[in-house]
């Protein structure tokens, strides 16, 4: 049985109608905080799976970030659309970072990896090896009159610098066995006034 009251039936002369009764009218206020619901997920979480085009070796060029325009060279593919690159950091000053697989652009030009240090590379790929490292800042006057001054230089650990050296020298030795390879990574991409990026062939 429903709660709702039901509308009643009346007669009137010859004809019988039926009347709505009070609670079927329409409400003169309407409460100020809107009922939460539940919300419906349409799409289903899928894990992320890389393009055909995005192989350890690869070439890709940037296209956001501080070091958009240069091209750099694909380590691995890792969870949720992140790629694993580095310049090398001798050839063009990137060094080992992690970028958004939807801002580069992949190059039909590959460099040989093979001889790169693969559990070197799983170590790089874990995601603490990234975090930044948060100082914690005084509180009191000292901190207050520190505002107005410019930012120290971020210094690098040793160990960071000694991986990128470790990754970057196998990549070297690749790199230096074809031709004009080292001076098309060390210069960097852009378009000109009539260039049409969908008609090119990367």
Do not use: C
Request: without cysteine; proline residues 6%; positive net charge.
């Amino acid at each position: 049985m429903s709660s709702k009251a039901q509308p009643a039936a009346k007669t009137f002369g010859k004809s019988t109608r039926t009347v709505p009764q009070a609670s079927d009218k329409a409400q003169k206020w309407y409460p100020a905080v809107d009922e939460s619901k539940p919300k419906k997920v349409r799409k289903t979480l899928r894990p992320w799976a890389p393009r055909n085009s995005l192989q350890p070796g690869t070439v890709l060029i940037l296209l956001a970030g501080r070091f958009r325009g240069k091209r750099v060279v694909l380590l691995k593919a890792l969870d949720q659309g992140v790629l694993l690159v580095t310049g090398p950091f001798k050839i063009n000053g990137v060094p080992l970072r992690r970028v958004n697989a939807r801002y580069v652009i992949a190059t039909s030009q590959k460099v040989d990896v093979s001889g790169v240090d693969q559990k070197k590379i799983e170590e790089i790929a874990q995601p603490k090896y990234f975090t930044a490292e948060k100082a914690k800042e005084k509180a009191g006057e000292e901190a207050f009159f520190k505002q107005g001054e410019k930012p120290q230089k971020k210094v690098i650990s040793s160990s960071r610098a000694a991986d990128q050296k470790a990754i970057d020298k196998a990549l070297l030795a690749s790199i230096k066995k074809v031709d004009m390879l080292a001076s098309y990574l060390a210069s960097s991409f852009s378009l000109r006034k009539g260039d049409k990026p969908h008609e090119m062939k990367w």
